[in-house]
């Protein structure tokens, strides 16, 4: 079992920043990627960046360029480091991590964007 606390979302306008916090606990060692997904209200859901466990990192084209993903080990803790953000970044931002066919879900944390 893998459990997944969320932190760092909120409004910010047009082009600020927010940072994301993803905390794991449980079995964390099973872990191979973990990352996060975002859904805006009437769209699916869609990946916006993931990081393995061997470091190698994916990004959504649409944040490539402005979002960075990382993770610090120690701490067992995810980061979504969101620059330049734009109204069309606002959803629910919900952390995840895949341990084999399994994937664990946070809670989820609102961003919206908007002046």
């Known amino acids: 079992q893998v459990q997944l606390v969320e932190s760092g979302g909120g409004l910010v306008q047009p082009g600020g920043s927010l940072r994301l916090s993803c905390a794991a606990s449980g079995s964390i060692a099973s872990i191979d990627t973990m990352g996060w997904y975002r859904q805006a209200p009437g769209k699916q859901r869609e990946l916006v960046a993931g990081v393995t466990r061997g470091g190698i990192v994916n990004y959504a084209d649409s944040v490539k360029g402005r979002f960075a993903i990382s993770a610090d080990n120690a701490k067992n803790t995810v980061y979504l480091q969101m620059n330049s953000l734009k109204p069309e970044d606002t959803a629910v931002y919900s952390c995840?991590?895949?341990?084999?066919?399994?994937?664990?879900w946070g809670q989820g944390t609102q961003v919206t964007v908007s002046s």
């Open positions: 995840y991590a895949r341990v084999g066919l399994r994937i664990y």
